[in-house]
C-alpha cells in the first residue's frame, strides 16, 4: 500500500471515478495537458483521453455553465477552479441552477456535479489566491461542501462527492497538500459525508476545526498532553451540512469547547457550530465557547500571512482561557 500525500489522495480518486463510471468527466483550466496548476489532475488526460479529461477556455462562468448543463443530462462533470478566488464568477450558476436544479423540477432532475479547488493561504500566493469562503458556499441551499485535511479523507471523501445525487463543493486546503503521507488503498470505498470525524480522544476540552488548521490544531494537542490536558479534536470535514450531534456528545464529556477556522471571524462556520452549541449544548458547557479564527480583513501578502492565521500559541491561549473558568 502506497504512502501518499493529500494531493495525490485527489489524483487517485479522480483516476478512480473515471474508471469505474464511464459518466464521469473532468474539466478546467489546464487540467488535462499540464495536469492542473497544482498537479491534481496529473496524468489522467494521458490515460483517459481529452474527451473525459478536458481543457477549457480560461472562463470560470462557462466551466460552471457547462457543469450544469452536463450534471442534468446524465453526466457526473469534476470542475476545478484553479484557485478559490476564481470561483466568485461562478456563483451564479452554483446558487441558482445547480443548488435549486432539484427543487425547481420538483425531483425530475438532480445535478450530479462536483466543484473542487485549492483553498486557504500560506503558500505565498498574490492576491485572490488565499481566501477561505466556505461559510459563503455552506450558505447555499441545496450545496454540500467538503474539506478534507488528510490523504485518506481526499481520497474517500471525494469519491463520496463524486457518486453523490447533488452538487458538492470540495474545497482542498492547499497550504497542507503536501504536508503528510498516510497509507491509502485505492480500493474505491468512499468516507461518508454529513459526518466529523474524531482524530484523537479527549476528556479536558474539546478542539472543532477542519481543512488545514488540523495541522496546527493536533500540533496544540500534543503540547496539551505535555502539560496534562486531554484535547478531544474533531475534523468537522463536511462543512454543510454540518454533524453538530457528534461535536455536542464530545461537549458532554469535555464540558469545553474552542473553534479553530482560517477564515475570518465574522459570520464564519465557527459561528454557525458555537450558535448550534448555544441551542442544544449550554447546559453541557462549563466555560463560553472560544473561536480561533483570521481576521476580519483581507488575507495580507505573503510577508504577513503567516501572522493572519492563527497559531498553536493562539490555539494555546483560548484553550487556557476556557480551562480558567470553573
Known sequence: MAKITLIE???LALARALE??????????????????????AGLQQRFGD?????????????????????????KPVAEAQFCGFTMPMIDHLMCHAGRMRNRTRGRLSCPMVLRFPTGGGIHAPEHHSESPEALFAHMPGIRV?????????YGLLLAAIRDPDPVIYMEPKRIYRWQREEVEDDGEELPLD?????????????????????????????LEQKGISAE??????????????????VE???????????????????????????????????????????????????NEMK???????????VNQVLEVS
Open 9 to 11: 489522495g485527489v489524483t
Open 20 to 41: 469505474e463510471d464511464s459518466r464521469v468527466v473532468v474539466l478546467g483550466e489546464d487540467v488535462g495537458v499540464n495536469g492542473g496548476v497544482f498537479r491534481a489532475t
Open 51 to 75: 474527451e473525459r479529461v478536458i481543457d477549457t477556455p480560461l472562463a470560470e462562468v462557462m466551466i460552471a455553465g457547462m457543469s450544469v448543463g452536463m450534471a442534468t443530462q446524465g453526466l
Open 146 to 154: 467538503v474539506m478534507p485535511s488528510s490523504p485518506s479523507r481526499a
Open 195 to 223: 459526518v466529523c470525524f474524531t482524530l484523537r480522544d479527549g476528556t479536558d476540552v474539546t478542539l472543532v476545526t477542519w481543512g488545514a488548521m488540523v495541522k496546527e490544531t493536533l500540533q496544540a494537542a500534543d503540547q
Open 233 to 250: 479534536v474533531i475534523d468537522v470535514a463536511t462543512l454543510s451540512p454540518i454533524d453538530m450531534d457528534t461535536i455536542i456528545e464530545s
Open 253 to 303: 464529556r469535555t464540558g469545553r469547547c474552542v473553534i479553530i477556522q482560517e477564515a475570518p471571524k465574522h459570520c464564519g462556520v465557527a459561528s454557525e457550530i458555537a450558535a448550534n452549541l448555544a441551542d442544544t449544548g449550554i447546559w453541557n458547557l462549563h466555560a463560553p465557547v472560544k473561536r480561533v479564527c483570521g481576521y476580519d480583513t483581507v488575507m495580507p501578502l505573503y510577508r
Open 308 to 318: 493572519y492565521m492563527p497559531s498553536v500559541a493562539r490555539i494555546l491561549h483560548a
